[in-house]
């Protein structure tokens, strides 16, 4: 019971036993004038504010730890980012959620201390951010492993390597195509020269034959540098027969149709007809005139034969033996290795030919051969039922050549001389 002495004027208390452990339950044992005193309850309260300060540095602390944590696993994150960086980013991203809601279980008295952990969690987030998005975004080479590397290198080298062979092929192959380019380029130009060769041959009407043997060669002027020349020389003959076609109006005489010379005797074979004399065959400077007629511009086929034995000879015009007769060099075999002139009469192997006695006019069909033809043979000749090229001197365009301004000219004489008649 309290006193009413003590207590407040108007005022009564009411007092209740209680049971021994009802101090246990939290209600303060009245102290002896009904209220505590004024330093304990001030010591009460101080222990109890002293006791939240503790609580809040140890929280503090922790979280300063986790910030220390964090902190230095995003710098070795930024450092060097591994292979697998969306991995380590998640993570880290994990550990920060722990590190968050930790944090968010702090006191709410000190404004300060919050407000600054806000913007280091921000800070923290939005570094995470970048070096994600970086990551994501940009793999440097210097951040890809050394195998990664190392197959890169190879590949690379293996490419430079293939590169470089197929450079090696094309330069090959344009030396090839350069090569068989000139090659091809030298065969162009040598058969262009060869075909300009050929035309230049057949503007001056050389070579522009149907077969080798239809060709003449004309003779237009009395000179001493007209003449055509056999390659081939005769070999040493006991008999020949000489066959040609001619045409000539020249007067007087027709000149020399052909000569055959040799060392030591000029006249060896000689038909000629000069100034007003007859045709004259020559053998080995013997003179033997003959009955032939063929100064009036029309083409006639003349031969004549001879044989060493008794020296006997033929001759023929357009296939009719006008003259025969004997003692022309008789025994005397022709000689060989002579020089044979169409068109002029030698004085010396080969030369010193004189105007005068010049052939005016054209011939074709100059064959020699080793014997004495039958008279069937020549007239067949002669009126072209049969071709019989002369077995020592056939008359081919390649036998033939021609000097001083005397041509080649394609020519059939068998139908020229039906012209004639």
């Known amino acids: 019971a309290v006193g009413d002495s003590e207590s407040p004027p108007g005022s009564r208390f009411v007092c209740t036993s209680l049971p021994l452990d009802a101090a246990g339950a939290g209600?303060?044992?009245?102290?002896?004038?009904g209220a505590l005193p004024p330093e304990e309850e001030l010591r009460a309260t101080v222990l109890q504010l002293r006791e939240t300060v503790l609580q809040q540095k140890e929280t503090i602390g922790s979280q300063r730890d986790a910030i220390r944590e964090l902190t230095g696993k995003l710098s070795r994150c930024e450092g060097a980012a591994g292979p697998d960086g969306k991995g380590a980013t998640a993570a880290w991203r994990k550990e920060l959620s722990k590190g968050k809601d930790t944090m968010g279980d702090l006191p709410r008295d000190p404004a300060q201390v919050i407000d600054q952990l806000s913007r280091t969690m921000q800070t923290l987030k939005d570094r995470l951010e970048s070096l994600e998005h970086q990551l994501?975004?940009?793999v440097s080479y210097a951040a890809l492993p050394p195998e990664l590397r190392e197959m890169l290198q190879r590949r690379l080298g293996d490419l430079e390597r293939q590169l470089l062979s197929k450079v090696?092929?094309?330069e090959d192959e344009k030396s090839l195509l350069h090569n068989e380019t000139s090659a091809h380029r030298q065969k162009t130009e040598t058969a262009l020269n060869a075909l300009l060769e050929r035309v230049s041959e057949l503007e001056k009407g050389n070579s522009a034959f149907k077969s080798p043997d239809e060709f003449k060669v004309s003779l237009p002027l009395r000179t001493n540098y007209l003449y055509g020349k056999i390659k081939k020389t005769l070999p040493e003959l006991y008999a020949f027969t000489v066959c040609l076609w001619l045409r000539s109006s020249a007067s007087p005489g027709i000149g020399t149709p052909f000569s055959y010379a040799v060392p030591g005797q000029a006249n060896e074979i000689v038909l000629?007809?000069?100034g007003n004399n007859p045709i004259e065959l020559l053998i080995n400077d013997k003179v033997a005139q003959l009955p032939l007629f063929v100064s009036d511009g029309k083409w006639h086929h003349i031969c004549v034969t001879w044989t060493t034995r008794?020296?006997?000879?033929?001759?023929?015009?357009?296939?009719?033996?006008?003259?025969?007769?004997?003692n022309l060099a008789?025994?005397?075999p022709i000689k060989p290795g002579g020089v044979l002139i169409l068109g002029q009469e030698q004085d010396t192997v080969g030369g010193r030919f004189d105007a005068t006695q010049a052939f005016v006019g054209e011939m074709s069909q100059f064959n020699i051969w080793d014997r004495v033809l039958k008279a069937e043979d020549i007239m067949n000749i002669a009126n072209?039922?049969?071709n019989m090229p002369g077995n020592i001197i056939p008359w081919v365009d390649n036998n033939v050549d021609v000097f001083g301004g005397a041509t080649k000219w394609p020519v059939e004489t068998c139908e020229e001389r039906l012209l004639d008649l």
């Open 272 to 274: 000629i007809e000069w």
């Open 310 to 326: 008794d020296g006997m000879w033929e001759a023929f015009q357009d296939g009719e033996k006008l003259g025969t007769g004997e």
């Open 136 to 138: 994501r975004a940009n």
């Open 168 to 170: 090696a092929e094309l």
């Open 27 to 33: 209600c303060p044992v009245p102290m002896q004038g």
């Open 384 to 386: 072209c039922s049969t």
């Open 330 to 332: 008789p025994w005397h």
